[in-house]
């Protein structure tokens, strides 16, 4: 499948969420990490995955890769239940994950790792076809890279998070999970981040941008879907949401807009049972 | 020239190749820009193999001061003799460093397949052939051994091999029995092709052209290709000089070897390999993913790359280059004993790869480190043998001329990385 088929695909099915997750649940030994998870991510859209340190954001991101099968619930990619047992059974599917640490090899140009493990190879190697596709994908990301050519260590922060982004890319992928892209990024790089991440919707990719600036997440993100100690603790649309409801949301503070709603369902819900009774 | 290369810059991109465009490249064209880059490289640490280049020439330059009958064609044929059996085993070594693994039973494996060569043909009286071929599979099966072992429990290969020195040296041990020595004939091939086989000059001549003729329909055709990918090419110039200085480098080598015996098939056989590894480095899957797991194991796993198989592929070569280093040895000595693939065998294979510039933190190195590398070794080895110094002080000054390659290893990493390209 090539990049432009995903695009179509994607305005063609705008209704139907890329991927779902439903009731995930995962426990290590005694710490229940993950309980009853609901994630929904449709194509072309960019949903921030937010939460305090050991609210799960992570171990959710190691399901969707491959690294550990969740308990219990199901996952479904296009419609499809599927089980995400390996790192290449996600790739498989279509999810491309970027971790924080990037994953480059320093060692080698750019280009080589951008193709790694997947070289293009009449049994030699064919550096020119790989060059040419390097320079053409970085292009349609607008990725200020001077040479493909030098070896990775000599690239910048943004730059290093530009080629893990843009590598994420080489297999088609329809689904793009970045965890905190712009962690240890200066302004002008977190912006290029932000500018890239824009251009993966533009392309109808679905995006789980995890990250913990908030900044960040109001500019880039359409949905935010905040994880607290292993549970979901409110899915806000970006435009009617204000950081004060996010921050109360994550710290689990009690007077904050989840709360009061579900309080008011609660009693709508009490007052038409007892209703009956009457 | 230069200047008006670099005064183009506001040409219209759609002009440009697709990897000139960036404006912050400094743009390098010609002869006058390679030149330039090169220094470039130098400065920023990326010194290659430079250091043993300057190095090998000091050391001829100092040898020859010292005995006068150093350079002489006589003297130079014996040390691309010398050179052959340790070099082939220092290949593998290469191959290991590349990963940031070390095999330190290399000597103890070379040692295992002479004494199966010379049990094995003079005591039991198999066919050479078969005894070649099962001296060069016991290397390879050693290999899957420390492959499996390495892989499956993960332990340290400096520990797994080091059991490996002491183990192999009593299989090694074991085999010879009660043979404390075993002569192999001087009318087998294996002999012959390690004592008295030399290229007929017209041969090495039409090789020497061979190779500059290869180097350069690669490169040329390179060119060709990135021309129709829409990539910069390289000047024409540059592809015919580096082409025709190999030419002239090779023809005059054996020109100056063919006064005397000259060049040894078995000197060849190790160059060949040299290239082969070589190209299976650069050009191949296998070789990119060599160098990525050397680079950082985790990231190549994540790419999908079969670490387990890259680690055992690796070392089941190294062993087999080790056994093929052994049998080359016993071959030039035509005696197998005890001390085949001795103590110095071991340190002088890795001493050579590092010397030759292959890192010892995985990831940077190339086949032909094995080659330069032991070219200095075995230089100051018949060079001291030359001037009747006894092996002590070959040992003090191979282990001097080892820790100035590994410092130099360390301080060009160092700039590396205060240039960002470490």
Not at chain 1, 242 to 263: C, L, M, Q
Not at chain 2, 51 to 74: C, E, K
Not at chain 2, 293 to 302: I, K, N, P, T, Y
Not at chain 2, 408 to 413: G, K, N, Q, V, Y
Request: hydrophobic share 50%; aromatic share 6%.
């Amino acid at each position: 499948m090539t990049m432009e088929s995903a695009i179509v695909d994607g305005e063609r099915s705008t209704r139907q969420p890329v991927l779902s997750l439903r009731g995930v649940s995962k426990g290590f030994g005694a710490v229940q990490a993950l309980t009853d998870i609901h994630l929904e991510v449709y194509p072309g859209e960019v949903v921030a995955l937010v939460g305090d340190n050991g609210a799960g954001k992570s171990t959710l991101v190691k399901i969707l890769a491959g690294v550990h099968p969740q308990d219990s619930g199901t996952i479904e990619f296009d419609g499809q239940v599927v089980g995400i047992p390996t790192p290449s059974a996600s790739r498989q599917l279509g999810i491309a994950t970027v971790f924080q640490d990037l994953a480059l090899c320093d060692n080698l140009d750019v280009v080589s790792n951008l193709f790694l493990g997947r070289e293009i190879s009449r049994g030699t190697l064919d550096e020119e076809e790989m060059e040419k596709r390097s320079w053409s994908l970085l292009r349609q990301l607008s990725a200020r890279i001077p040479s493909v050519r030098i070896a990775v260590a000599s690239l910048s922060g943004g730059q290093r998070q530009t080629v893990a982004i843009a590598r994420s890319l080489i297999g088609d992928p329809r689904v793009v999970i970045l965890d905190e892209p712009t962690a240890a990024l200066g302004v002008a790089q977190t912006a290029e981040v932000l500018n890239l991440i824009e251009r993966l919707r533009e392309r109808g990719l679905g995006v789980i941008l995890i990250s913990h600036n908030m900044a960040d997440v109001q500019a880039v993100a359409d949905r935010v879907a905040v994880l607290r100690l292993g549970r979901n603790n409110g899915d806000f649309r970006v435009p009617e949401v204000s950081y004060e409801d996010i921050i109360s949301a994550i710290t689990g503070a009690t007077d904050n807009v989840v709360v009061r709603r579900a309080e008011r369902l609660m009693e709508a819900e009490e007052s038409t049972e007892r209703s009956p009774e009457a | 020239m230069s200047k008006a290369a670099q005064s183009t810059a506001p040409e219209s991109p759609a002009e440009l190749a697709a990897d000139l465009q960036d404006e912050r490249l400094i743009r390098t064209e010609g002869l006058g820009g390679a030149a330039r880059a090169f220094g470039r490289r130098v400065r920023g640490g990326d010194l290659g193999s430079l250091p043993v280049v300057i190095g090998l020439v000091v050391i001829w330059v100092v040898f020859q001061i010292l005995n006068p009958n150093f350079l002489s064609a006589n003297n130079l044929v014996n040390l691309t003799l010398q050179c052959a059996a340790i070099g082939t085993i220092s290949i593998g070594i290469v191959l290991v460093l590349l990963l940031g693994q070390i095999d330190l039973s290399v000597g103890s494996v070379s040692g295992v397949a002479a004494a199966i060569l010379g049990v094995g043909f003079t005591q039991l009286h198999w066919p050479l052939w078969l005894t070649v071929i099962v001296a060069i599979l016991a290397g390879s099966a050693i290999g899957l051994l420390y492959g499996f072992l390495f892989t499956r429990f993960g332990v340290p290969s400096f520990v797994i091999t080091l059991a490996g020195l002491l183990g192999f040296l009593g299989l090694q041990l074991w085999i010879l029995g009660p043979n404390s020595s075993i002569n192999i004939p001087y009318d087998s091939w294996i002999v012959k092709f390690a004592q008295q086989t030399f290229l007929p000059p017209w041969a090495a001549y039409a090789l020497a052209v061979i190779a500059a003729g290869g180097m350069f329909l690669s490169d040329w055709r390179r060119n060709i290709r990135r021309r129709k990918a829409g990539l910069s090419e390289g000047s024409v110039a540059v592809v015919a000089i580096r082409a025709g200085l190999l030419l002239v480098g090779l023809c005059i080598s054996v020109w100056y070897l063919s006064t005397d015996r000259g060049t040894g098939a078995m000197f060849l056989l190790f160059v060949i390999l040299v290239v082969v590894m070589n190209f299976f480095l650069t050009r191949t899957r296998w070789g990119r993913s060599v160098f990525a797991v050397g680079g950082s194991v985790e990231a190549a796993r994540r790419a999908g790359i079969k670490v387990n198989r890259v680690f055992i592929s690796v070392f089941i070569l190294t062993s087999t280059f080790a056994a093929v280093g052994g049998l080359l040895a016993a071959a030039r000595l035509a005696s197998v004993s005890a001390s085949s693939g001795g103590t110095d065998t071991n340190l002088n294979a890795i001493a050579a790869a590092v010397i030759g510039g292959t890192s010892l933190f995985g990831g940077r190195g190339s086949a032909w480190s094995a080659l330069l590398g032991i070219l200095v070794i075995q230089s100051i080895s018949n060079g001291l043998t030359l001037m009747n110094l006894d092996s002590s002080y070959r040992f003090m000054i191979t282990g001097a001329v080892l820790l100035l390659a590994v410092i130099i290893d360390s301080l060009s990493r160092r700039s590396r990385a205060s240039h960002g390209q470490a």
